[in-house]
């Protein structure tokens, strides 16, 4: 099982019903399902896009939340700023760099309640994970025999919660950060250390 350290924020908490996805089972026998609790951990993955003619081109760099939650725009960002200096991009240039941030919640199992702090982590606390996909399968109906109407799904291994352009380098200098600032605002969240138990998302 893969295990992930990370210091993004875990949006929501919910109850499934697993079974190992290498589970035999019987047809027609009621099987028995674990109850677990699942947690979203939100994270936010960053790539710098070449767009030429209108068409992407190709990938300058990608980046991920090392420095905490949303820190992979800040991080395509200041390669935004070397590679217009290099390329003398402006917001008349025929080729544009873009930033898309794809905002993902991946579901976990929390390994150990207790936060860890490094000393390059900046001041976050970590936590560790193990994910929960592939591993195992989630039953809808627990305790049931499996059936057409009872059937097992493969977990997800992250939800796309939104995919956007956060920036670009057509934007006018003096309003360049303050789209970046707008962004990290509108999707900023708190970590729900205790928040209740909901249904299960599709």
Not at 39 to 50: A, H, I, N
Not at 80 to 103: N, R
Not at 187 to 200: E, G, R
Request: net charge positive; glycine share 4%.
């Amino acid at each position: 099982m893969k295990k992930i350290l990370s210091c993004c924020p875990v949006v929501n908490k919910e109850i499934r019903h697993l079974l190992p996805s290498n589970f035999q089972f019987q047809p027609g026998k009621p099987v028995s399902a674990l109850e677990a609790n699942i947690y979203w951990l939100q994270e936010s993955e960053s790539s710098v896009q070449l767009i030429s003619g209108g068409k992407p081109n190709r990938t300058m760099g990608s980046f991920d939340d090392r420095d905490g939650y949303l820190s992979s725009i800040e991080q395509a960002y200041r390669l935004c700023e070397k590679l217009m200096d290099a390329y003398d991009l402006h917001t008349f240039s025929a080729d544009v760099l873009q930033i898309q941030v794809d905002l993902i919640q991946t579901p976990v199992f929390e390994l150990f309640t207790r936060e860890i702090k490094f000393s390059w982590g900046k001041g976050n606390n970590w936590r560790q994970y193990e994910c929960v996909s592939k591993d195992w399968n989630e039953i809808q109906h627990p305790n049931q025999a499996i059936s057409s109407r009872n059937v097992l799904k493969p977990m997800k291994q992250h939800f796309l919660l939104r995919k956007h352009v956060a920036f670009s380098s057509k934007t006018p200098t003096n309003k360049q950060i303050s789209a970046i600032k707008d962004f990290k605002k509108k999707w900023q969240v708190q970590s729900a250390d205790q928040p209740s138990y909901s249904k299960n998302r599709t």
